[in-house]
């Protein structure tokens, strides 16, 4: 049974920084692509973030030099390391695990099979 459990969320004014934690259990998290996505409300799912098993990253533009993945092989636990947030970044986000081990990594969705219950991050102005 694999589960997947974000933290770290909150409030914070434009320009801070905040870093969510995604705790794995039933799976390696330096085995698996995984990801962070967010959602806004009325918004579709974006992904933020993506780290191959290997080690490699992308980002999407919108969050490029802010944001960072990072993941602990102790913890067995994945990472976002956001900075200088907007109040764009307003979102639920959401870590989720690829569907077998060393599938590329990606920023959609649909190439993501296991998902946390997510956590709110919201920036004011």
């Known amino acids: 049974q694999v589960g997947l459990v974000e933290s770290g969320g909150g409030s914070v004014q434009a320009g801070g920084s905040l870093r969510l934690s995604c705790a794995a259990s039933g799976l390696t998290v330096s085995t698996y692509s995984m990801a962070w996505f967010r959602q806004a409300p009325g918004k579709g799912r974006e992904g933020v973030g993506a780290?191959?098993?290997?080690?490699?990253?992308r980002y999407p533009d919108s969050v490029k030099g802010r944001f960072t993945i990072s993941r602990n092989y102790a913890r067995n636990t994945l990472y976002l390391q956001m900075n200088n947030l907007k109040p764009e970044d307003t979102a639920v986000y959401y870590c989720?695990?690829?569907?077998?081990?060393?599938?590329?990594?990606?920023?959609?969705?649909?190439?993501?099979?296991?998902w946390g219950q997510g956590t709110q991050v919201t920036v004011s102005s």
């Open positions: 989720a695990a690829a569907w077998r081990t060393s599938q590329p990594s990606s920023l959609e969705p649909d190439d993501y099979r296991h």
């Open positions: 780290m191959h098993s290997g080690g490699s990253t």
